[in-house]
Nanobody, 125 residues
Framework: QVQLVESGGGLVQAGGSLRLSCAAS????????MGWFRQAPGKEREFVAA????????LYADSVKGRFTISRDNAKNTVYLQMNSLKPEDTAVYYC??????????????????WGQGTQVTVSS
């Protein structure tokens, strides 16, 4: 089992920044990668960004490309999501997820085995 604990959500004005953190613990030795998803009220959960633990390659949704950056600290088993130039449409509950499935389906939430509890991000206009 892998446990994920998120932090860093909050309320920010449009154009502002936030950094989310996700600390992984437990059986992290077989984690293939981690990602961030988000879910706004009345909408389906959507992919935001992902990072491979094999080669640190990253992938982003088009809606956040150029504004968000995913990174990780190997020593701390922690993944970060730096969110800049935030927009009201970024408002959602953000979930951290980890996977040990080895394939290229980073956008697919069903490929992630473990999930955090979620953290609320609210961007005011």
């Amino acid at each position: 089992q892998v446990q994920l604990v998120e932090s860093g959500g909050g309320l920010v004005q449009a154009g502002g920044s936030l950094r989310l953190s996700c600390a992984a613990s437990g059986r992290t030795f077989n984690v293939y990668g981690m990602g961030w998803f988000r879910q706004a009220p009345g909408k389906e959960r959507e992919f935001v960004a992902a990072i491979s633990w094999r080669d640190d390659s990253t992938l982003y949704a088009d809606s956040v490309k150029g504004r968000f950056t995913i990174s990780r600290d190997n020593a701390k088993n922690t993944v970060y999501l730096q969110m800049n130039s935030l927009k009201p449409e970024d408002t959602a509950v953000y979930y951290c997820a980890a996977r040990n499935f080895i394939n290229s389906r980073w956008f697919d939430s069903s490929q992630y085995n473990y999930w955090g509890q979620g953290t609320q991000v609210t961007v005011s206009s």
